[in-house]
């Protein structure tokens, strides 16, 4: 019988590899048929939006970037979104980054912790909280 | 009762004697937290009560350690199955 995962991660995708690891533990719980719903709360929540495409010469590193390109996460999340996983934000800790309002990658939805992580939960077999 | 660790404070192992108690621990190292898991460092586990320690082999092979011998080095098939098939309790310090 197919169960559910919630994760709420609170990290972002390049402070530590807390996203790394939830979004390849997502594809791995996936792959065996259960749900997972992940919540972006906090520094999360700014793995949540469209990449801004940068135009000019950018000062990185081949090194660096192909280090850094490891923690860019917004294709994963796409793709796991497209094969099942939800995605929520939670808007109020955008807000207070200045991100409201920018476009969601495609499978995150706008959120919040009454309605959309409420609603996880009642779902929720396991919660993970992942995060500092 | 399967704790997840992700930090390597040693706050967590504190945690972990209060939450777990007399019962039958297991603990999944990940991240950061595979530094508990080295030589020297896993005996702590042991006086704890806890019965298995698993680390996330992606996480200790980035940051080039060994881990001591009594800790079992998993895939993210097996972490998963560790997570929701292996244990009725799910903690993540």
Partial sequence: ?132 | MLFLLNKSRKDCLEELRILGGDEDKAVLLVGDAVYLGLPGQAGAFENLGVDEVFADADSAAARGVALDDSVAAVGFERMARLIMDDHDQVISL
């Fill in chain 1, 1 to 132: 019988m197919s169960r559910t995962l919630t994760i709420a991660l609170l990290s972002g995708s390049t402070e530590n590899d807390d996203a790394a690891f939830v979004l390849k533990l997502a594809r791995a719980v996936l792959a065996r048929g259960d749900a997972v719903n992940v919540f972006l709360y906090g520094n999360g929540c700014n793995l949540a939006n469209k990449p801004v495409p940068f135009d000019g010469r950018s000062p990185i590193s081949d090194a660096l970037r192909q280090h850094m390109d490891g923690y860019v996460l917004a294709g994963a999340i796409e793709e796991l979104a497209a094969a099942g996983a939800k995605f929520a934000t939670c808007h109020t800790t955008e807000y207070s980054r200045g991100t409201e309002g920018l476009a969601y990658l495609d499978g995150v939805a706008w959120g919040d912790v009454g309605n959309s992580y409420t609603r996880f939960l009642m779902s929720t077999d396991v919660l993970l909280t992942i995060g500092r």
